[in-house]
């Protein structure tokens, strides 16, 4: 069965800043991969996937993450950090193609302080 | 534009007490899912339906029924309530080609059960 490791459960960053927030995962076969976000009393919002092709994927926000295979990790970026990017990310992976079960790693709560 | 809705938003119950959670999408969406999501451990699928009238369980449903007569409905029931089903329910719901859709989320329904 698939699996996702948030190994942060808090991350801190100056506004201005880069971020990053780590993810990695285990699936028997081709990882696909997601990023959402959680902002209080409210549900996940997709940010962004990786389903195939190139390494590096753009998604909403300004938000990026960079698909290693080697290391299987989905990391999550932003090149400048904004006070309104505080909130609750959430990784998660489904096995590709027949996976109808999607698992979702614990959560890392991002501060953006200004 | 109302996406996934969830009723009710807040709730509390007696230990052994009934009740039903419902979910309505609008976006024609084949597949959904229930989930919970406790502290520190991010979100567990409880049961998911492929389609109308199918059902399917997931990580973590002992305790839950749930049932898709709609295409746009998706019912979770607890029979008798339990203290440890204390949590925030979020139901999703996605596409069904292939696995690469990401999920649409309600904004949960906060339960307690005392």
């Known amino acids: 069965a698939q699996s996702v490791a948030q190994p942060e459960d808090q991350v801190n960053v100056a506004e201005g800043n880069p971020l990053t927030v780590k993810c990695t995962y285990s699936?028997?076969?081709?990882?696909?991969l997601f990023w959402y976000v959680q902002y209080p009393n409210r549900g996940l919002q997709f940010l962004l996937k990786y389903i195939t092709g190139d390494n590096l994927v753009k998604g909403s926000y300004g938000f990026e993450a960079e698909f290693n295979k080697s290391q299987t990790s989905f990391h999550l970026k932003k090149p400048s950090a904004l006070v309104s990017d505080s909130a609750l990310y959430f990784c998660?992976?489904?096995?590709?193609?027949?996976?109808?079960?999607?698992?979702f790693g614990a959560g890392t709560r991002l501060t953006v302080k200004p | 534009n109302a996406g996934v809705t969830q009723t009710p938003k807040f709730r509390v119950l007696k230990t052994g007490q009934s009740m039903t959670l419902l979910c309505a999408q609008d976006m024609n969406h084949e597949y959904m899912y229930w989930y919970r999501q406790d502290p520190g451990m991010g979100l567990r699928l409880i049961h998911y339906?492929?389609?109308?009238?199918?059902?399917a369980k997931g990580e973590v449903p002992d305790g839950y029924n749930v049932s898709r007569l709609k295409k746009q409905n998706f019912l979770l029931g607890l029979e008798s309530a339990a203290p440890s089903q204390t949590s925030v329910y979020f139901c999703?719901?996605?596409?069904?080609?292939?696995?690469?859709?990401?999920?649409?989320f309600g904004d949960g329904t906060r339960l307690s059960i005392l």
């Open positions: 699936v028997s076969g081709n990882p696909y």
């Open positions: 998660a992976v489904r096995e590709g193609f027949v996976g109808n079960d999607m698992r």
């Open positions: 339906s492929v389609g109308e009238g199918t059902t």
């Open positions: 999703a719901s996605s596409f069904r080609q292939y696995s690469n859709q990401p999920q649409h």
